[in-house]
């Protein structure tokens, strides 16, 4: 059973730094970050096919998606957060072809639990 276990959120203040983590039960070609604020439908991130990273707009400049392979684990280093970052987070994950700037959530059939991540101002 593919399982992905998301860690790393947690509450800043505006203009802070957080780290996501995600550690998947084996290797996937595609893997993504998205997240669901409170009253919202769930919106893309960041997503990576092999070493190739993709951004969302709002993350572009600020976020930065990585993945170590050997590790089975994907990140998500986010700089400079700000109040409307604020959801949970989502790591997903695909063995599909993913190397195009759109993407759903439909297009991943493996998701972990979700970390909160809280900015405040």
């Known amino acids: 059973q593919v399982q992905l276990v998301e860690f790393g959120g947690g509450s800043v203040q505006a203009g802070g730094s957080l780290r996501l983590s995600c550690v998947a039960s084996?290797?996937?070609?595609?893997m993504a970050w998205f997240r669901q604020a409170p009253g919202k439908e769930r919106e893309r991130v960041a997503h990576?096919?092999?070493?190739?990273?993709y951004y969302a707009d709002s993350a572009k400049g600020r976020f930065t998606i990585s993945r170590d392979k050997d590790k089975f684990a994907l990140y998500l280093q986010m700089n400079t957060l700000k109040p409307e970052d604020t959801a949970m987070y989502y790591c997903?994950?695909?063995?599909?072809?993913?190397?195009?700037?759109?993407?759903?959530?439909?297009?991943?059939?493996?998701w972990g639990q979700g970390t909160q991540v809280t900015v405040s101002s």
């Open positions: 990576v096919y092999f070493s190739t990273p």
């Open positions: 997903a994950a695909s063995s599909g072809w993913c190397g195009r700037s759109s993407i759903s959530q439909t297009d991943f059939g493996a």
């Open positions: 084996e290797n996937f070609l595609c």
